[in-house]
């Protein structure tokens, strides 16, 4: 009897059975099952693979006892498991290969990241033995090894069709347990924690936030913050008003993926409410271009459709757009813009007045332009006559360049500028990392303003291992050596960090650590100029599209570590695994911080306390990027090279040894 589990509305698979059911089951049924879910084009393309799927299993597993599920949804990946069974304590995740000789390391790398998948974002696989196995039909027989790490996930078994027997019977041999309930399994909760590329691919192919996003109690508030600004949207359109809202959270919390859920959900440019997600992000807006743009073409070639990467792109670019390309429009044309909701990704990083001013003058030839970036945004969507909304992500702490305005100028325009707005704001604007209390007291003298819990985010979403990474950065950078121990010690049992002052042997912890196409990458600080000595030079361009998305073998990618990525590049972004290297621009005097730029041949102090925040922000950016663990690379510096001295580095190494990271041994 087959059947279909759901959840969320998905089907979880599009046919499962008990084995004995699927035995005595014919097999152009069993195609019928899976024709219901599977487009025209889809099956006719599959069809001959999932009949000699289904013959060799019938084949393989008669006498067994277990389940079998075919095409086992894997939200996250946008992806489905061939064939997933369930037999005994143990979870076979199955990729098939018909007709394959060999054993494609894509093929190997993919049946793994649907183990991994399943063991971290699967509620009833986190505590089950999970075995991955590829199955080229026609390569040649191999002895099965069954290699676990310590989460109970096997390395990839590799065998064919003739030795899948024999090779599940080794697995059930080594496994303990008691037998699993697999409809209960199959029906348990899915929670993923998507990174920020996933996340615009899925959503951008018209998956729902809630397809990709946890659900769980802790992560609630995302779908709350979506629901809510979706209200306040409704409502400005409804009663023809102007609303600006402001939008918080920890680092990685999902300020981005809340933006591009509105940008996709309202995307029709024929709808009166389209809307545009927008980000003066360089590295992250053609990052995510790139990827919505490769996923767009791959799709719709495995529809046997011709398409043109550079057509594929247009509608891609108007979906994502650079936040200075929307406001030079607004220069150039007088009227309203076409969109009546705009979402500003990472708001506070928008440009003040002085930047603005000079950069009107150099490069637009507009000498003695007085606004603010900010404030020429909200006066460009003013020229709407009807209503419109500007929905504004904020991160704290995240300001890391010259001339970003943070988000006090964005609250200063509207209270001086444009009275008739209404503001609706995060309650949390008031911490100290948001720096924006003066402008807070004056916005509160208005009735516009409205302060609403709903619109903070107030759980990492980036690291699923631990979501307390955010807490423990933010106390080692504000040298509260008591919080940060009490927040690592908290982390450490399922976020890894680990110190090092050997580069290359921190750079095979992190390889050893990647699973499947788990992506690490090295990082280095725009200011750290003398770790050149260990080819780690940020002179270097890195092109942040090839680093964040091209394969193992290309050397431009992350997973070389030869380019190390700067808080420019990864700010928004983010890696499975990271190799933090930590130079002589900032180090820990004993009770705080020195700030410090290489000039010519030496190190100079940073006096400037906007420059100080801009250095120490970025160490936070950089240690806040791995999803999974890092290792965090302090050199030890050279005795006889001045500008390398040991004790530019011991005391940093000592600080962060005393808050209990472990030595790389």
């Known amino acids: ?63 067994l006892e277990g389940w079998v599920f075919f095409e086992f949804n894997i939200p996250r990946m946008g992806r489905r498991v061939d064939v997933i069974l369930v037999l005994g304590s143990v979870i076979f995740a199955l990729e098939f290969k018909i007709g394959e000789r060999i054993y494609d390391r894509a093929a190997i790398e993919q049946v793994w990241d649907y183990a991994l998948d399943l063991k971290n974002f699967h509620e009833a696989s986190h505590n089950v033995v999970i075995v991955p196995i590829l199955v080229a039909t026609d390569a040649t027989p191999m002895s099965a090894k069954f290699e676990a790490d310590a989460d109970n996930v096997y390395r990839p078994v590799l065998t064919n069709d003739n030795r899948l027997r024999e090779t599940l019977e080794l697995g059930l041999s080594l496994a303990k347990g008691s037998a699993l309930d697999a409809q209960a399994w199959a029906r348990a909760s899915y929670r993923p924690t998507p990174t920020i590329i996933e996340a615009a691919r899925s959503l951008y192919a018209q998956h729902s936030v809630e397809a990709i996003a946890r659900f769980d109690a802790g992560a609630q508030n995302l779908h709350t913050t979506s629901k809510r600004i979706e209200e306040l949207v409704d409502e400005a359109r409804n009663s023809g008003q102007k609303f600006i809202c402001f939008v918080t959270g920890v680092p990685g919390a999902g300020k981005t993926l809340v933006g591009l859920n509105i940008a996709t959900q309202r995307r029709d440019e024929n709808a009166p409410t389209h809307a545009v997600f927008l980000s003066g992000n360089g590295p992250l807006v053609a990052v995510l271009r790139e990827a919505l743009t490769r996923d767009e073409y791959l799709r719709l070639k495995a529809q046997n459709k011709k398409v043109s990467k550079k057509k594929i792109a247009t509608p891609v670019k108007a979906f994502i757009q650079n936040v200075h390309h929307f406001r030079d429009a607004g220069l150039i044309d007088e009227n309203a813009p076409p969109e009546h909701v705009v979402i500003f990704d990472e708001a506070q990083r928008a440009w003040n007045s002085q930047m603005t001013a000079n950069f009107m003058k150099r490069k637009k030839g507009r000498p003695g332009f007085t606004q603010s970036e900010p404030e020429f945004l909200i006066s460009y969507m003013d020229r709407h006559h009807d209503w419109a909304v500007i929905i504004c992500l904020v991160g704290g702490g995240q300001e890391i360049n010259t001339g970003e305005a943070g988000i006090s100028a964005w609250l200063n325009a509207v209270t001086e500028h444009f009275p008739h707005w209404k503001m609706f704001i995060s309650s949390r604007l008031h911490d100290s990392e948001y720096a924006a209390t003066r402008s807070l007291e004056l916005a509160q003298g208005t009735t516009q303003t409205h302060h609403d819990d709903s619109l903070h985010l107030a759980v ?61 990458g090295l990082l280095a600080s725009s200011k750290a100029m003398r770790l050149k000595p260990y080819a780690v030079d940020i002179r270097v361009d890195v092109d942040p599209v090839h680093y964040f998305l091209n394969d193992s073998d290309d050397v431009r990618s992350s997973y070389y570590l030869e380019d190390a990525a700067t808080e420019f590049q990864v700010q928004g972004l983010e890696l499975d695994w990271t190799c933090v290297t930590w130079d002589a621009d900032f180090r820990f005097n004993g009770s705080g911080w020195n700030y410090h730029d290489f000039r010519g041949s030496s190190w100079n102090n940073i006096k400037n306390s906007d420059n100080r925040s801009y250095l120490r922000n970025a160490y936070r950016v950089l240690l806040t990027r791995a999803r999974q663990g890092m290792v965090v690379f302090v050199p030890p510096g050279n005795a006889i090279d001045p500008t390398r001295s040991p004790a530019f580095y011991d005391s940093t190494y000592r600080y962060l040894k005393d808050l209990g990271i472990p030595e790389l041994t």
């Open 460 to 520: 990492s979403m980036r690291s699923f291992r631990a979501e307390n990474v955010s807490a423990f950065v933010k106390a080692l950078l504000d040298c509260e050596a008591t919080a940060a121990r009490e927040a690592f010690a908290e982390l450490s049992a399922r976020f890894p960090i680990v110190l090092a002052r050997d580069l290359d042997k921190a750079k095979a912890w992190v390889r050893s650590h990647a699973r499947g196409s788990e992506r690490f």
């Open 1 to 63: 009897m087959s059947y279909v589990i759901s959840n969320f509305g998905l089907a979880r698979s599009w046919y499962g059975a008990a084995i004995d059911d699927f035995h005595t089951s014919d097999a152009t049924s069993i195609l019928g099952s899976l024709s219901l879910h599977a487009g025209d084009g889809h099956f006719a393309d599959q069809r001959d693979a999932w009949l000699a799927q289904i013959d060799i299993l019938q084949s393989q597993l008669k006498g």
